[in-house]
């Protein structure tokens, strides 16, 4: 599975934003899929995680409330919409996915990467 993330901007502290990541492979809607995030000079950090069919995901506490991931397995797409953005939301974010069940919010239990795609948020 390759996966190429997009989506991301310059926004103001308040402003909402949509994360896609396209994924190629047919095996995607056998993926739980992951969206992580790298502040400068931090460790790449868990943000979400929705199950194969969509119907359970996983929240990073500092996000609850404010993100949502969702996935569409017609179209090999996993989404992150962000509202009530934050300066501290401010990293690149990475789509990420692991060919087993199980939301996991570790880095090293998801097999598949996308690039990152830089979200800044501005006061």
């Known amino acids: 599975v390759q996966l190429q993330a997009s989506g991301g901007g310059l926004v103001q502290g308040g402003d909402s934003l949509r994360l896609s990541c396209a994924a190629s492979g047919r095996t995607f809607s056998q993926h739980v899929m992951g969206w992580f995030r790298q502040a400068p000079g931090k460790e790449r950090e868990f943000v979400a995680a929705?199950?194969?069919?969509?119907?359970?995901?996983l929240y990073a506490d500092s996000v609850k409330g404010r993100f949502t991931i969702s996935r569409d397995n017609a179209k090999n797409t996993v989404y992150l919409q962000m509202n009530s953005l934050k300066l501290e939301d401010t990293a690149v974010y990475y789509c990420?996915?692991?060919?087993?069940?199980?939301?996991?919010?570790?880095?090293?239990?998801?097999?598949?990467w996308g690039q990152g795609t830089q979200v800044t948020v501005s006061s």
């Open positions: 929705i199950s194969w069919g969509g119907s359970r995901t």
């Open positions: 990420a996915g692991r060919p087993q069940h199980g939301l996991l919010s570790n880095v090293r239990d998801y097999d598949y």
